[in-house]
């Protein structure tokens, strides 16, 4: 079995219902990063995990298929500028970098607490993107080839 | 008293690895044995006697007096973050050494030297 | 105010880097200089306007034991200046000598990264923020170090990346130390705290930050990162990790923690001094011996910032003016010489002294500029280099130390030996090479010209109008040791 082809038919089956039900997951960590333990790294971590896992899986080519790397690229990068962005308003609305400027709402509700769930959203997807790109540059270098 | 002294234990198990150890992914191993040390001792150090975790539950009133001291565990997340990117650093480099010298053994990687 | 710009410019010009190149890097090259022209500007603007009394801006509106604060006083804007100065003229070096090894923009995302984060780490009041900033500006060297993809440049990259790691674990051991001990963060209410507890619990605490914060500064004990990292990276990155990197993480921080946090120990200063003393010596005898000319560059900036600690060490006004004017000298004439030996890398293709010859026809503005920062560099007038080692020398002679006086002029004498050798072999030497037209470019030539030219107006700070305007806020501030603390507390 080739490194490029993936693991056997076990782990394919298994993999192609459970790698959403991981991203569910880690969606639902981002979210409730203010009420329970997590937030947006912990949840970043898990939705590159789960992208991770269908690589393992299915193998590099599958990937090279699959996914657009330029667009995880983009996206990447323009949540760390919307991150700064946040912090720009906060001094236009706030008075000071990273201030708070969305109304709190109401105590143990979804959507409460100003611009924590915002920023943890942002860091959520910079963190997936951006540890899923770095495993697959990684991932990228035939470790058997000699350069 | 004892749990910061096998803390520091644990550091110094992390040391003794980068000092003797032969291999590149060695190395980076027990670099993380270090970190995984001083992010222990971190935690450890808001724990108060008899309290609970630091989360407000929905219907269930508890008192601010009575939970650990929550600062030490946001440091310590931060600090989780900024040991992943230097693991991923260094993991590169070992990849792109082992490109270049084809062994991961560091007496045989020894181009610079004086 | 102005003052979290310093952080917000740079780190929204890395991004938007990455969002907006291309294949090629002519919007990063235009990007990032126009950026760092304003950091310029600002950081001037800003010095003129703070005027002995600290300037504080509190983030995210939260005060300040329980929120993070950047303080923004004389010393904390001199580095600014630094800073931005030095990374002006490495970007307009490095655009054509980048070109040579890849064409792309991912250099200039990592080169403001590393900006941000050494503002950073200059502009904050908090020390975990500071180690934060510090790991920030840490792994973009790392990354630059090994950017040219050669085999050198990676095992110089591991080696600085495993004793970085080490210094960082040992620094985070302390911080945690502090913070089990005065249970705040900010600098002000440790430094305030720390004052009624154990002294014993002020000596652990600035024990282990010495071997954290020393390892990036390289001084004596912990220098064996520096020759490999300064001499196989690209020529302007060893320009800015040489003159500006091991001075705003290494020097400036000790001086916060040991002058305004811990109240200047007698024993540090004493530890100062004899490790300053050691690092001026064996810098000189091992760079004697180089024949690669970044190597001997690299040797020499140990050399360098062993002066520094020794005037930081002895703890007067003298020796503290000395040692805050060599910090600027050293910035200035160690990064023309790199420079300099960039240009000659880029024209001949070698690093070897041996192999050099006779240059002074084909790359006449590198023998020019390099024969200045020559002299610059071994001390003698009217340059820079003479006004602030002369300083330090007369400092330890007053302070009642003569035997230190007579070891750095030892110093400064084994300076100038290896330096008249590398004007020698590089220079003037025997062999005839061959150099294609149009080798160095202009961007080289005028980031090498604007240098020397500083190089002589610098020594005009001596003066005494000027001097007062400048150079005696930022020693003042170092020395009144209690008036950082009360200035933070008194205006929360």
Not at chain 2, 27 to 49: E, H, R
Not at chain 3, 358 to 364: E, G, I, Q, S
Request: overall charge positive; some cysteine; hydrophobic content about 55%.
């Amino acid at each position: 079995m080739k490194q490029t082809e993936g693991m056997t038919l076990i782990v394919k089956t298994v993999t192609r219902i459970s790698v959403w039900l991981v991203l569910l997951y880690g969606i639902y960590i981002i979210l409730h990063g203010h009420l329970s333990p997590g937030g947006g790294f912990a949840g970043g971590v898990i939705i590159a995990l789960a992208f991770l896992n269908v690589m393992l899986a299915f193998g590099r080519d599958f990937i090279k298929n699959w996914l657009n790397i330029d667009m995880l690229h983009d996206i990447d990068s323009s949540s760390a500028t919307m991150f700064i962005a946040v912090g720009i308003l906060g001094i236009a609305f706030g008075g000071s970098f990273l201030a708070n400027f969305i109304p709190h709402g109401t105590l143990f509700n979804l959507v409460s607490s100003g611009t924590i769930q915002v920023l943890n959203i942002v860091i959520g997807l910079k963190v997936g993107m951006g540890l899923f790109i770095v495993v697959w540059a990684l991932v990228l270098f035939h470790l058997d080839q000699k350069e | 008293m004892t749990v910061y002294l096998l803390c520091f234990a644990l550091f110094l198990v992390g040391i003794y690895g980068i000092i003797t150890k032969r291999d590149l992914v060695r190395i980076i191993i027990s670099w993380g044995i270090m970190g995984y040390a001083v992010n222990l001792m971190f935690v450890l150090f808001g724990y108060k006697n008899g309290s609970i975790y630091p989360i407000f539950v929905k219907n269930a009133p508890v008192l601010p007096q009575t939970m650990v001291d929550p600062l030490p565990q946001a440091l310590v997340l931060t600090s989780i973050v900024i040991e992943l990117g230097n693991t991923a650093m260094l993991a590169a480099l070992a990849v792109r050494l082992f490109q270049k010298y084809q062994t991961f053994d560091i007496t045989k990687i020894r181009r610079l030297s004086g | 105010m102005i003052l979290p710009f310093f952080i917000i410019i740079p780190l929204l010009t890395a991004f938007v880097i990455t969002l907006i190149s291309g294949e090629r890097d002519d919007w990063a090259v235009i990007l990032s200089i126009i950026v760092e022209i304003s950091l310029l500007i600002l950081s001037v603007f800003c010095f003129f306007r703070v005027d002995g009394t600290a300037v504080i801006y509190k983030m995210s509106n939260w005060k300040a034991p329980i929120g993070i604060i950047l303080v923004a006083d004389s010393l904390s804007i001199f580095m600014l200046i630094i800073v931005s100065f030095i990374a002006l003229t490495s970007l307009i070096f490095s655009v054509h000598y980048i070109r040579h090894l890849s064409p792309s923009w991912n250099y200039y995302a990592l080169f403001m990264l590393l900006v941000t984060g050494m503002n950073g780490v200059i502009a904050t009041g908090d020390l975990f923020n500071m180690f934060v900033f510090v790991e920030i500006t840490l792994f973009a060297a790392y990354a630059l170090v090994a950017y040219g993809n050669r085999a050198e440049e990676f095992e110089a990259s591991f080696k600085y990346a495993i004793m970085g790691s080490i210094s960082s674990a040992f620094v985070l051991l302390g911080i945690g130390i502090t913070y089990a001990m005065t249970s705040t963060l900010t600098l002000a209410n440790i430094a305030e705290v720390l004052k009624q507890k154990d002294p014993m619990v002020s000596l652990w605490i600035g024990g282990i930050f010495l071997a954290g914060f020393g390892l990036k500064a390289a001084i004596m004990p912990f220098h064996a990162w520096l020759p490999d990292a300064h001499s196989s990276a690209p020529a302007p990155i060893s320009a800015m990790l040489s003159g500006v990197l091991i001075k705003a993480l290494g020097v400036y921080v000790l001086i916060r923690l040991f002058f305004n946090v811990l109240g200047g120990i007698a024993i540090f200063n004493e530890v100062f001094v004899i490790l300053g003393t050691i690092s001026i010596l064996v810098g000189g005898f091992l760079a004697m011996g180089q024949w690669d000319f970044k190597r001997l560059l690299a040797y020499s900036s140990i050399s360098q910032v062993g002066y520094i600690f020794l005037g930081i060490g002895l703890g007067t006004w003298l020796g503290i003016l000395g040692a805050v004017f060599h910090l600027l000298n050293h910035a200035i004439f160690k990064s023309l010489l790199f420079y300099n030996a960039g240009s000659l890398e880029t024209a001949f293709g070698t690093r070897d002294l041996r192999k050099m010859g006779n240059v002074a026809k084909a790359l006449p503005v590198t023998s020019f500029t390099s024969m200045v920062a020559s002299l610059s560099i071994s001390g003698v007038p009217p340059f820079n280099g003479f006004f602030s080692k002369l300083i330090i020398i007369i400092a330890a002679i007053q302070a009642g130390r003569p035997i230190y006086a007579f070891l750095a002029a030892i110093g400064s004498l084994i300076t100038l030996a290896y330096y008249m050798k590398v004007q020698r072999f590089g220079f003037h030497g025997k062999n005839i090479l061959q150099v294609e037209k149009n080798a160095v470019s202009f961007g080289m030539n005028s980031a090498m010209i604007i240098l020397a030219v500083l190089c002589l107006v610098t020594s005009l700070l001596i003066v005494p109008g000027i001097r007062e305007a400048t150079l005696d806020t930022i020693v003042a501030v170092i020395m009144n040791k209690t008036g950082y603390v009360s200035q933070i507390l008194g205006r929360q």
